[in-house]
């Protein structure tokens, strides 16, 4: 099922009646299972007899995008083609601005499915397409449980504010997709790609990146490894997920946000799942939704409302006062950017945080809390503190560049966040330091699992 909140009709133009398929351009939800645009795509070509093609828009350079990003990347589209092609569906990735792409082979399609996006530049991007496709442009929501717009409509002020707007109607919405079979194949169809996808290192030879990021050998990506996580996740680590989640050693939890951030699983998907789990207990089914569903779709609402997420302008008036405030007290250490970089810092627990996530690309929830709160503490002002967290964060991270980010960034600085008792450099913003790291957790086993998954990486 897909509940009509899900869609939306971006332009008054009508179906072209010559057209040769129905055009999904994949860009958000970058995978063939249980994506509400590609079931949509597929129903409407068999209402009208007509094939579906896929269209993908690889371009150079996308903004803040290096090798890393793209090599994960690539290997979902992998996925993805395989999978099309044995659903009958054709898939065309080209080399190009993705929105141009899908401008291109929209003159020859019935009509056009997209995927939503809650960034500027791919809304925009959708506003284009939806004034030159020549054609109806549909719009399906398919990577968060809750529409955005149904939830709320202005930026929320906290998780207590979204939770129960969400949870008054998100069992409408947490159903399984019923997969369509096309019923026109797109054999027929001549439509030329011009990046193979199916040997990934290949194509991304190909392109034209910053490599100053490595691909980390960590993930692989696609929706096959997704799903295996998936499984792996549902069976064995959500029993005790509640109680240790925020042990930095303990591995215990889906480690799916870059899989989420790709699109290469639905997080439908991953609540259903959990939901009919046998291992775990309803503590840990609750805190697992709790993070998928209310945290990172607190994110979506955020970037959604609010048009200056991505700057330090977008806190709190309360938390930007108080750091202001407290922008003129010393500061015991003060780091450049590059030098946090260089994971040499006199914090050992930070520094091991750091090279996590140099090397591999990803780091504990826990750790990034205590990373970023750091930053701030060792950067001469907030605003440059606030800019360093977020490059650093949108660099390496495999799940960077997403709602998750901004938000996530911008809670370490007051961000649906409550004012804390006041302290130097930090004002009333929440503070945490290294005794809590001792205190809670085996930080000597951190470092350990650090110094393996470094080790693993170098090889
Ligand atoms: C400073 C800082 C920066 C962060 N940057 C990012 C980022 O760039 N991209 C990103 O996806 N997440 C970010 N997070 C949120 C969180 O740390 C990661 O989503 C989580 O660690 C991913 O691991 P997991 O998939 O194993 O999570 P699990 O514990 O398995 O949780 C399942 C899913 O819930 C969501 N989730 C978990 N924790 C949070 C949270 N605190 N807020 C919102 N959603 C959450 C994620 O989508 C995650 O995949 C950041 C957090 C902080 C404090």
């Not at 409408?172 to 990934?200: C, F, K, Q």
């Not at 392109?207 to 050998?217: E, F, H, I, K, M």
């Not at 930090?426 to 945490?432: A, D, L, S, V």
Request: glycine share 6%; proline share 4%.
């Amino acid at each position: 099922m897909i509940q009509n909140t899900r869609i939306r009709k971006l332009n008054g133009a009508d179906r072209r009646e010559n057209g040769s398929y129905v055009l999904y351009w994949m860009q958000e939800a970058q995978r063939t299972r249980s994506n509400a645009a590609l079931e949509m795509a597929i129903r409407g070509a068999n209402k009208h007899g007509l094939p579906v093609v896929v269209c993908f828009g690889l371009m150079d350079g996308y903004p803040e995008a290096n090798a890393r990003h793209y090599a994960f990347m690539l290997e979902g589209l992998s996925d993805c083609a395989k999978n099309l092609e044995t659903r009958g569906i054709a898939f065309v990735v080209r080399r190009g601005l993705p929105v141009d792409v899908a401008i291109g082979m929209a003159q020859d399609a019935a009509a056009v499915i997209c995927d939503r996006s809650y960034m500027p530049l791919q809304t925009g991007w959708r506003k284009r397409l939806a004034r030159e496709a020549g054609c109806t442009v549909v719009q399906v929501e398919t990577e968060v449980v809750v529409p955005v717009d149904v939830v709320s409509g202005k930026s929320e002020y906290a998780a207590r504010t979204i939770r129960p707007k969400i949870q008054r109607v998100w069992d409408e919405y947490l159903v399984p997709l019923d997969e369509t079979r096309p019923e026109a194949s797109a054999d027929g169809i001549d439509l030329a790609g011009d990046i193979d996808v199916s040997d990934p290192a290949a194509a991304l030879a190909a392109l034209d990146l910053d490599w100053s990021v490595r691909p980390a050998t960590r993930f692989r990506g696609g929706e096959i490894e997704a799903r295996r996580r998936l499984d792996h996740f549902v069976d064995v680590v959500l029993d005790g997920y509640a109680g240790a989640r925020n042990e930095p050693s303990a591995a215990q939890t889906s480690f799916l946000s870059p899989y989420l951030h790709f699109g290469h699983i639905s997080p439908v998907d991953m609540v259903l799942a959990a939901h009919d789990a046998d291992a775990g207990s309803s503590d840990d089914r609750g805190s697992f939704i709790e993070e998928l569903v209310v945290r990172r779709e607190l994110s979506m609402n955020y970037v959604a409302f609010e048009p200056k997420f991505d700057t330090y302008d977008a806190l709190p008036d309360w938390a930007r006062k108080t750091l202001e405030q407290h922008a003129g007290d010393e500061r015991e250490y003060v780091y450049s950017a590059e030098e946090l970089e260089a994971c040499n810092t006199h914090d050992a627990h930070w520094n091991d945080a750091m090279r996590e996530m140099v090397h591999t690309g990803f780091m504990h929830n826990y750790m990034r809390m205590y990373w970023a709160k750091k930053i701030l503490e060792w950067s001469a002002t907030p605003q440059q503190a606030y800019v360093t967290t977020l490059a650093l964060n949108n660099k390496y991270f495999l799940d960077g560049r997403d709602p998750n980010s901004y938000a996530n960034v911008a809670w370490c600085y007051g961000l649906h966040d409550r004012a804390w008792t006041e302290r130097p450099v930090f004002g009333k913003i929440r503070y945490m330091n290294a005794n809590g790291l001792n205190r809670k957790f085996d930080m000597n086993a951190y470092t350990e699992f650090v110094d393996r998954l470094v080790e693993k990486e170098r090889r």
